[in-house]
């Protein structure tokens, strides 16, 4: 199984990893609801998986956001 998908990222403007949900979730410690909703506000970039079903989101958008908004 790969474990990293390299894309560009138009947010971090260069190639980065992309994790699905699950693995996104771990890495800032926050439930899926809390993930979804930074995708929605902007906060991360993600891609739709090609089937449809399920999303990636960039890791380094995942390093960057505030730390305030982290753990809520
Ligand atoms: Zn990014």
Redesign the pocket.
């Given at each position: 199984m790969r474990q990293h998908r390299l894309f560009f990222?138009p947010?971090?403007h260069r190639q980065?990893v992309w994790l699905n949900v699950q693995q996104a979730c771990q890495l800032i410690e926050v439930d899926r609801r809390t993930l979804y909703r930074y995708m929605e506000q902007g906060k991360?970039?993600y891609r739709q998986r090609p089937s449809g079903r399920g999303r990636f989101v960039?890791h380094?958008?995942l390093l960057k956001l505030p730390e305030g908004d982290v753990g809520q």
């Open positions: 990222c947010q971090c980065t991360i970039a960039c380094d958008c």
